[in-house]
């Protein structure tokens, strides 16, 4: 299933999709320093092509974290200082989020520490939710910790039609409380808001449709009583969880993840409380609403 792009001038790269739907590995490519203009818009490209895209094997820093998200758009949470540092650093730079379960005085030193999380988009409980996620992995547990990724477009295009059909121009709530969605002692982050969105989100650069709704945050679908709400969306989610639409990602280190939250849904699984994670996190800010 090997793709050489075709658009690299400089350095042709590889992209090595992963599965049918969702999720491709670009190989060949070294972060550290800046490709050219060409390149970038073949990784964009790419991006647009697979949702999720991985970059093994980087050695980055915070520099050039905040540079590469660059090459996305704008990147978000500038307005929040940094809450955190990673260990034996003085700070995170303006943008960077810190995830991990790492304790010091029994506190959590990150984000979104412990724990299962159900399949989610990021941000879709604000107006102008995030473009996109990028992940980047400083370190991992020996097991568990993987990140599931559900692909929109494949779950709309194989929707009963019948659903679709019913659901087709209506919106839905999504509800975020940090507190109240995890189970367990999660300290890592303070969170609230809620807002209304398209079930079904047409994408504004690729044009195509994809399902809008989750587990772990959509309340219900607006203007529909609740019973009806209640059984249609758990039809929505039994169907865009399916394991065919779905790409797992085990991580290594050193490994970077940038996902398309308009066009996918993530999930992460369980790992030991005993093992350290850290992954540095920044955010594409979205730009237009998804209406």
């Known amino acids: 299933m090997n793709v050489v792009s075709k658009i690299q001038p400089s350095k042709a790269f590889e992209v090595v999709p992963l599965t049918e739907h969702i999720g491709a590995e670009l190989r060949g490519i070294d972060l550290r320093t800046k490709p050219d203009d060409e390149t970038i818009k073949a990784i964009y490209q790419a991006w647009l092509d697979h949702l999720v895209i991985i970059f093994p094997d980087q050695k980055l820093d915070q520099e050039d974290l905040v540079r590469v998200t660059g090459y996305f758009g704008e990147i978000g949470d500038l307005h929040r200082p940094p809450k955190y540092r990673p260990p034996g650093q003085a700070s995170l730079l303006p943008g960077i989020m810190m995830i991990s379960n790492i304790r010091e005085n029994g506190e959590p030193i990150g984000a979104l520490p412990d724990g299962e999380m159900m399949f989610h988009h990021d941000m879709i409980h604000a107006e102008v939710p995030s473009k996109a996620t990028m992940l980047y992995s400083v370190e991992i547990p020996d097991r568990g910790g993987d990140t599931l990724f559900a692909s929109g477009y494949a779950a709309y295009e194989t929707l009963d039609p019948a659903i679709r059909n019913k659901l087709e121009g209506k919106k839905a709530l999504h509800h975020y409380n940090y507190g109240s969605v995890q189970k367990g002692d999660n300290k890592g982050t303070e969170a609230f808001a809620e807002c209304v969105h398209p079930v079904f989100r047409t994408h504004e ?87």
């Open 205 to 291: 650069d690729t044009r195509k449709k994809a399902v809008y709704v989750n587990r772990l945050m959509t309340v219900k679908i607006d203007d529909m009583p609740e019973k009806e709400s209640d059984e249609l969306l758990r039809a929505l989610y039994d169907h865009a969880e399916q394991k065919q639409f779905v790409y797992t990602h085990q991580w290594r280190l050193g490994d970077l993840l940038l996902w398309d939250n308009r066009c996918s849904s993530h999930a992460r699984t369980d790992f030991p409380s005993t093992q350290r994670r850290l992954m540095l996190r920044t955010t594409v800010r979205g730009s237009v609403r998804p209406y």
